[in-house]
């Protein structure tokens, strides 16, 4: 299996920007996280899915960022507009529901925002 | 509320030297703990996990027990080399709370010759 494939792997953008964030998650996984690392604050979950359906958003900082998963093989995370502040790495990682004690990382996708 | 809390860093040592890296946690459940590697320019990778009390977890020279008497889950090993220098991050998993993970911040470790 390739893992999970993450895309772009670099992203820079000005402020206002709409910036889109795309995953796709191991085969047959049923859970698909969002992550955001920063210096100032470590690794944030931002939201994550079972079975394609958004179960906890509470990490989302804001109605600027918004995440779908239309099936279990694509998620996209969106943040309209951007602002500087948005510059991180975003992390995706899946998980199979017979081993949830183990998540696969994607390589992550490093944001600027100017 | 769940919880993770690790060593800050960062951590420099020689090659050969011996490694520790302190994590403690809060957890309303009964916790698996994990530690996580993050080699630069990757994502993370499970390096090791336990997922009951007493129990030790193993890989690659890395040994970490689950000591519930201290809420701990240190990071040990023995004899490091180059190529372990990377971020370490102690996680926690609680199934009262799905498939949550809480990370700590993670503890840069840099082994020089």
């Known amino acids: 299996d390739a893992g999970v494939i993450q895309s772009p792997r670099h992203e820079v953008t000005e402020m206002g920007q709409e910036v889109t964030l795309r995953c796709k998650p191991i085969?047959?996984?049923?859970?698909l996280f969002w992550y955001r690392q920063t210096m100032m604050r470590g690794l944030e979950l931002l939201i994550y899915f079972n079975n394609n359906v958004p179960i906890d958003d509470s990490g989302m900082p804001e109605d600027r960022f918004s995440a779908k998963m239309p099936n279990a093989s694509f998620s996209t995370l969106k943040i309209q507009p951007s602002e500087p502040r948005d510059s991180a790495v975003y992390f995706c990682?899946?998980?199979?529901?017979?081993?949830?004690?183990?998540?696969?990382f994607g390589p992550g996708t490093r944001l600027t925002v100017l | 509320g769940n919880s993770v809390t690790q060593m800050e860093g960062p951590v420099t040592l020689s090659e050969e030297a011996f490694l520790t890296i302190n994590c403690t946690y809060t957890?309303?459940?009964?916790?698996?703990l994990f530690w996580y590697v993050q080699y630069p320019g990757e994502g993370l990778q499970l390096l090791l996990k336990?997922?009951?009390?007493?129990d030790k977890g193993s890989n690659k020279g890395f040994e970490a027990t689950y000591r519930k008497e201290t809420t701990s889950f240190h990071l040990e090993k023995g004899s490091v080399q180059v190529s372990d220098s990377a971020v370490y991050f102690c996680a926690l998993s609680d199934r009262y709370t799905g498939n949550q993970f809480y990370f700590g911040t993670g503890t840069s470790l840099t082994v020089i010759p």
């Open positions: 957890a309303t459940g009964y916790p698996s």
């Open positions: 990682a899946s998980s199979l529901v017979g081993d949830p004690d183990t998540q696969y």
């Open positions: 336990a997922t009951k009390a007493d």
């Open positions: 085969s047959g996984h049923d859970y």
